[in-house]
């Protein structure tokens, strides 16, 4: 519903902002939160949406841990993207996977990068997500 763009155009005024997501009402929040920004209703699956819509950097925040298809969706980026993700290291309501360390990390998206950076971030208590960072393969 729009609060890491918020986040981002407040610190970086500049960059050009472009979110979807498949729920029309989180895209509405969005859009009010962040007017400024640009945001349309969209299935991740849909390849016009990624292709249609260069950028720099592709960011999957709380995404690869709900869905199957989460190597799929990754591979459907172009070759040489620069994509950031986060997957968790707790099940929950809702998580098709989970990660108990950044080598399970590594193992299952390894070889879509070139070169794949992942970082524990530890939120509270046993609960941390995995913060990844690389270039499309």
Not at 47 to 70: G, M, P, W, Y
């Amino acid at each position: 519903p729009g609060q890491f763009a918020e986040y981002i155009i407040k610190h970086i005024p500049a960059v050009d902002y472009f979110g979807f997501d498949y729920s029309k009402i989180s895209i509405q929040k969005a859009s009010e939160r962040v007017p400024n920004a640009k945001f349309l209703v969209g299935n991740a699956f849909d390849s016009e949406i990624v292709q249609e819509n260069k950028n720099d950097v592709f960011l999957l925040l709380e995404v690869l841990e709900h869905i199957e298809q989460d190597i799929e969706l990754l591979s459907s980026f172009p070759t040489g993207s620069s994509i950031i993700f986060s997957v968790p290291n707790f099940d929950s309501f809702g998580h098709v996977r989970f990660y108990l360390d950044v080598e399970d990390v590594k193992h299952r998206f390894g070889d879509l990068f070139t070169d794949l950076a992942v970082e524990k971030v530890v939120l509270k208590g046993y609960s941390s997500i995995f913060l990844a960072h690389g270039v499309k393969a």
